[in-house]
């Protein structure tokens, strides 16, 4: 089975600064990758889908990339209300594995 | 819009099965898969397993023998049953609309507790 490895496990930033989190395929997933927001006592909200697709509604300071087994979550600008936990997930082909989540806070 | 809406016991006793209905509007399950997604307290997510539209399952395979997920498309509703219950499957469970594995709709969560 694939598994998805998130890096780093948690970061804290400033508001105005650029971040980027990982996440790494145990195989080629080619762009079947998409990353989730889970903010506190809510449910994840869709982000980016194909790795680099920004979802209906999603601030374009979000942006996702990579290809095959590497991929990026690129937020610039943060925003306060950007803090919360990120998830990759493979998607397309079962199983739909997730990955371990990357904290983000916000200093 | 689209929603989903999850139901089920709060509470289930050790070893006893627990079943979920989840709920769909603004969509067709004949033309939508849904897949359901625990995240135990604290912890991340689990995708637990996906009934496609075309009413084939797959399952994680971790869960594979104590998993079942079935649909009653006349009532827009999705099933999920699992035996055997144990503490370590308290969670929030959550049922999600997945095109081609992207879930791009949630519902709001059910909690699960597992204790006796």
């Known amino acids: 089975n694939i598994v998805m490895t998130q890096s780093p496990k948690s970061m804290s930033i400033s508001v105005g600064d650029r971040v980027t989190m990982n996440c790494k395929a145990s195989?080629?997933?080619?762009?079947?990758i998409a990353w989730y927001q889970q903010k506190p006592g809510q449910s994840p909200k869709l982000l980016i889908y194909?790795?680099?697709n920004r979802y209906t509604g999603v601030p374009d300071r979000f942006t996702g990339g990579g290809y095959g087994t590497d991929f990026t979550l690129t937020i610039n600008s943060v925003q306060a209300e950007d803090a919360a936990f990120y998830y990759c997930?493979?998607?397309?082909?079962?199983?739909?594995?997730f990955g371990s989540g990357t904290k983000l806070e916000i200093k | 819009q689209v929603q989903l809406k999850e139901s089920g016991p709060g509470l289930v006793q050790p070893s006893q099965t627990l079943s979920l209905t989840c709920t769909v509007s603004?969509?067709?399950?004949?033309?939508?898969?849904v897949s359901w997604v625990r995240q135990p307290p604290g912890k991340g997510l689990e995708w637990m397993g996906a009934?496609?539209?075309?009413?084939?399952?797959d399952y994680n395979s971790a869960l594979k023998s104590r998993l079942s997920i079935s649909r009653d498309t006349s009532k827009s509703q999705v099933f999920l049953k699992m035996n055997s219950l144990q503490t370590e499957d308290t969670a929030i469970y959550f049922c999600?609309?997945?095109?081609?594995?992207?879930?791009?709709?949630w519902g709001q969560g059910a909690s699960v507790t597992v204790s006796s």
């Open positions: 999600t609309r997945n095109p081609r594995g992207v879930m791009d709709a």
């Open positions: 603004g969509f067709s399950l004949t033309s939508n898969s």
């Open positions: 009934i496609w539209s075309g009413g084939s399952t």
């Open positions: 195989q080629n997933v080619g762009n079947n």
């Open positions: 194909y790795a680099s």
């Open positions: 997930q493979r998607i397309y082909n079962s199983p739909l594995t």
